[in-house]
């Protein structure tokens, strides 16, 4: 996963600062802060959501489980801190990778809606809390950033244009997973998970709103993917270069690079991003599932967590062809 501090053209424009710390002590202040959110958040919750999660939660007792799930949760600030984002590209990253979880909780499990908000915003926000207040904010977020800065900026900053992006990456996933629904996955599901209580909330959903689910993974994938990449979007001399090629002149090794490599740095970016939001949720959903929820094994996981990685390619594509319209 490429770091990326801002999106620029090559204009030298700093993040905004957030912390005046020494770098070495960052990362480690942020994994406390971190932990620490998540542990008091769950305390708190947990006179509103009762036993419901714990009833199908595998007991974690043994010092391995805890230290697997400990180092997890450090992973994934690991992920946002060297991927160097800020806080609110981190807030779209966690949204979804942890979104698909409880969804599986609140569908398949019986868990209370009320129960798996609380449980989703306690994941988010206690990676993003820490990050707002140790790590820089990038120019892309920046509604008064300089226009060299942050090209496109009155793209990225368009309501209109947010709005339509969110609208089109909730309705990629919602096909997506819907279609599973409506193919394999539920004999899947059947098979793998021994906990399963329902599918009929799915199919309720389906049926009256079935949008509303996925309203907060298009505004978590506009902001990560489309977003980043239209920021991207300025001509550099490498671009300039790669429009300019001329496949009856060119060497093999300059086609052979072309292809592979030969786009452009939006095209880059929102690769690079569809990429680290593939692998990543696709880690982060299976190890959520297979390690936490009770009677799962390790293939229903994966399987689980396979669709949503398949959505989020599915995003990438549609911004792709968005952000060449825009």
């Not at 690079?272 to 009770?294: D, G, K, P, Q, Y």
């Amino acid at each position: 996963m490429a770091q990326e501090v801002s999106v620029t053209n090559g204009a030298t424009s700093a993040p905004l600062p957030a912390s005046k710390l020494p770098a070495v002590l960052r990362f480690p202040l942020l994994a406390i802060l971190s932990l620490s959110a998540s542990y008091f958040g769950t305390s708190l919750a947990a006179g509103i959501t009762g036993y419901e999660l714990a009833s199908v939660s595998r007991s974690l007792n043994e010092p391995w489980q805890i230290g697997a799930v400990l180092g997890w949760k450090v992973f994934e600030l690991a992920v946002g801190w060297f991927g160097r984002y800020d806080y609110q590209g981190v807030a779209a990253l966690m949204t979804l990778s942890h979104l698909p979880f409880h969804y599986l909780l609140a569908t398949c499990y019986g868990v209370s809606h009320t129960t798996s908000i609380i449980a989703l915003s306690i994941d988010v926000l206690s990676n993003v809390i820490p990050f707002a207040l140790l790590c820089p904010r990038s120019q892309i977020h920046n509604a008064n950033a300089p226009k060299a800065a942050v090209p496109n900026r009155a793209v990225i900053h368009n309501y209109g244009v947010t709005a339509s992006s969110a609208l089109l990456g909730a309705a990629v996933y919602a096909v997506t997973i819907y279609a599973a629904y409506y193919s394999y996955l539920p004999v899947y599901l059947i098979v793998h998970f021994d906990g399963l209580r329902s599918l009929a909330r799915v199919h309720d959903a389906t049926a009256t709103t079935p949008l509303l689910p996925f309203l907060p993974l298009g505004w978590a994938a506009s902001h990560f993917l489309f977003s980043a990449s239209a920021g991207a979007s300025h001509k550099n001399l490498r671009d300039i270069r790669r429009e300019a090629f001329n496949p009856a002149t060119a060497t093999l090794g300059e086609t052979v690079a072309h292809n592979l490599w030969g786009h452009s740095k939006r095209s880059k970016v929102l690769i690079n991003r569809t990429v680290t939001l593939m692998l990543f949720s696709a880690a982060n959903i299976w190890f959520r599932t297979f390690v936490t929820v009770e009677g799962t094994d390790a293939p229903g996981a994966a399987g689980w967590a396979s669709v949503w990685a398949a959505a989020a390619a599915l995003t990438g594509v549609a911004y792709e062809w968005l952000g060449r319209a825009t």
